[in-house]
């Protein structure tokens, strides 16, 4: 499975941001059981899990992003995504996209959000 994230950017704080996260070299019945997840890193600090989306779309949050964001996915697809909204300039980080079942897990690529003040 690989997983391409896209969709970050420079946006002013109160501004909003999708990412997409989607997922290839795979099929429906890998990619659907999936748990996935958005975690994010800022500079100095440690990786953070964002939001987290089970296969039955069960969903939890990190408390600072709690009314501010949503995680969705489309099985059909095969794509992640994460709604931005009220962004702030703590929000700034690098955006990761993350699929795990099983024992196995996935990465994808970093993609950038600046939220400037």
């Known amino acids: 499975v690989q997983l391409q994230a896209s969709g970050g950017g420079l946006v002013q704080a109160g501004g909003s941001l999708r990412l997409s996260c989607a997922a290839s070299r795979t099929i429906s019945s890998v990619f659907d059981p999936l748990t996935m997840a958005w975690y994010r890193q800022a500079p100095g600090k440690q990786r953070e899990l964002v939001a987290r989306?089970?296969?039955?779309?069960?969903?939890n949050y990190v408390d600072s992003v709690q009314g501010r964001f949503t995680i969705s996915r489309d099985n059909a697809r095969k794509t992640l995504y994460l709604q931005m909204n009220s962004l702030k300039p703590e929000d700034t980080a690098v955006y990761y996209c993350y699929g795990q079942r099983a024992g196995n897990s996935y990465w994808g690529q970093g993609t950038l959000v600046t939220v400037s003040s």
């Open positions: 989306i089970t296969s039955d779309r069960s969903t």
